[in-house]
Structure formats: C-alpha cells, structure tokens
C-alpha cells in the first residue's frame, strides 16, 4: 500500500468516492442507495475526531507521539472492519484511500488535519446523497 497525500480537493475527491459507491434509488432518483451505512462511516470518524480535537489545538508541525499511536490504532481498525465486512466496508475503504491517506500523514500534524476534513467531508456526501443510518 503506497502513502499519499490527501487531495487539495478533497472535497471534490469526497463527492466522487460517494457517487461511486451509490447506486441510483429506484424510488427517487434524486438519491443513491449505499451498502454502507452512515453509522459504519461515522464510527471511523469518531476515532478520527478523537485524534483531531487533540492536534487542531496545537501549532507544532508534528503530531503527538499518543496521537500517531491512536492513528495506527485506527489503521488497524480500518483493516479489521474491512475484512470483517468485505460486501460494505472493503469497497468503501478502497475507493477512499482511507489507508493510503493514513499511512501518507506520517506525524504530519497539517496532513492530519486535512485528512480529518476529508473524513467529515465523505460523511457529509453520504447522507446528501441518501446514506441511511
């Protein structure tokens, strides 16, 4: 798995991932239809926004040694929860680049940061677009 940097248009970036993974709504085409639920998305956030209310504090260029200990935890966690969930989870995780992005931040603070708007932003497009719960 090769590092990367999160997108300067993550936002953008995070509009595509989900327009990907939805599938149109027979009912309503204005929505799309997820496999993943916004509650498996959010789970990761949490444990994302636990690190971030530490580091958007802080000033320093580099991150808490316990935040980079609690962010290969999430790695882990990400891992786990794909390959416990390979029909929802996996292809959200893959098409996301949670990984690579992860593995890309290497104790940078402003990375990390970036990649925590990033997390919210996916978030986001997913109940836009007709995540459900």
Do not use: W
Not at 39 to 63: F, G, H, Q
Not at 82 to 94: H, L, N, Q, S
């Amino acid at each position: 798995m090769k590092p990367l940097d999160v997108p300067e248009d993550y936002v953008d970036a995070a509009e595509q991932v989900m327009k990907h993974l939805g599938q149109p709504d027979r009912q309503n085409p204005s929505r799309l239809r997820f496999s993943i639920t916004t509650s498996k998305i959010r789970n990761i956030l949490t444990l994302v926004s636990d690190i971030y209310n530490v580091e958007s504090r802080r000033t320093a260029e580099t991150m808490l040694p316990e935040s980079n200990a609690k962010l290969q935890m999430l790695r882990i966690r990400i891992l786990y929860e794909a390959g416990r969930d390979e029909r929802d989870v996996k292809p959200f995780v893959e098409k996301s680049k949670l990984l690579e992005y992860i593995k890309g931040i290497q104790m940078n603070r402003e990375k990390f940061i970036q990649f925590a708007h990033y997390m919210e932003a996916l978030v986001a497009y997913h109940r836009y677009y007709g995540g459900r719960d």
